[in-house]
């Protein structure tokens, strides 16, 4: 009777180890930032303005082939305007954008995304909650992205009175209706990996 209740005990406990302790396969792969972009599209009353920061790091982690993670670094002093041609106000904006009244790139040269929980829902696709930080400030972001083979897309809206950026802000200046630039922009992140 002593053996039959060790045996059950040490098969019960070495039984509950082995489901217990599965370890998760994850694998971190880096993001070809020669390959990848990110673009951004501001709005204002009178229409809008786009351009493209450069990717300067990333990598998205992964459990086989179910996206787990990621993180984003990218550049803000490359900030471009892709929507003016030169000497028709594209380096005035760049210089603005790059000054302290916006991204303030020259203490603030990059900003991150870290995500902080990802849930499949879709096939390929996955909603993400995580901490963005733009100008030393973090604040957290919900975003969609897809993942096809090596290839992800995420979009996003971001707020950008969340990180001391309330220039032409109708919400903090008395902005004349038709000068005003709204709160958010988006961002659209094609990756390769």
Same mark, same amino acid.
């Given at each position: /009777?002593?053996?039959?209740?060790?045996?059950?005990?040490?098969?019960?406990?070495?039984?509950?180890?082995?489901?217990?302790?599965? &370890?998760?396969?994850?694998?971190?792969?880096?993001?070809?930032?020669?390959?990848?972009?990110?673009?951004?599209?501001?709005?204002?009353?009178?229409?809008?303005?786009?351009?493209?920061?450069?990717?300067?790091?990333?990598?998205? /982690?992964?459990?086989?082939?179910?996206?787990?993670?990621?993180?984003?670094?990218?550049? /803000?002093?490359?900030?471009?305007?892709?929507?003016?041609?030169?000497?028709?106000?594209?380096?005035?904006?760049?210089?603005?954008?790059?000054?302290?009244?916006?991204?303030?790139?020259?203490?603030?040269?990059?900003?991150?995304?870290?995500?902080?929980?990802?849930?499949?829902?879709?096939?390929?696709?996955?909603?993400?909650?995580?901490?963005?930080?733009?100008?030393?400030?973090?604040? &957290?972001?919900?975003?969609?992205?897809?993942?096809?083979?090596?290839?992800?897309?995420?979009?996003?809206?971001?707020?950008?009175?969340?990180?001391?950026?309330?220039?032409?802000?109708?919400?903090?200046?008395?902005?004349?209706?038709?000068?005003?630039?709204?709160?958010?922009?988006?961002?659209?992140?094609?990756?390769?990996?």
């Amino acid at each position: /009777m002593k053996k039959t209740i060790l045996s059950l005990v040490l098969a019960t406990v070495f039984g509950f180890n082995a489901t217990a302790t599965e &370890p998760i396969n994850e694998e971190k792969k880096e993001v070809n930032t020669e390959t990848s972009s990110v673009a951004w599209k501001g709005y204002k009353f009178a229409g809008s303005h786009n351009g493209t920061i450069a990717l300067q790091s990333g990598t998205l /982690m992964f459990d086989g082939d179910k996206l787990t993670g990621g993180e984003f670094v990218v550049d /803000m002093t490359s900030i471009t305007v892709t929507d003016l041609e030169a000497g028709k106000g594209k380096e005035k904006l760049e210089g603005h954008l790059n000054a302290d009244d916006f991204f303030g790139t020259a203490n603030h040269a990059t900003s991150k995304i870290v995500f902080t929980e990802v849930k499949a829902s879709g096939k390929n696709s996955y909603a993400v909650n995580g901490d963005l930080t733009i100008k030393g400030i973090s604040k &957290p972001v919900t975003f969609d992205i897809s993942v096809y083979g090596s290839k992800a897309t995420a979009t996003l809206k971001v707020d950008r009175t969340n990180y001391d950026i309330h220039y032409g802000s109708t919400n903090f200046t008395d902005t004349l209706k038709d000068k005003a630039i709204y709160d958010e922009f988006d961002l659209v992140i094609d990756l390769e990996f």
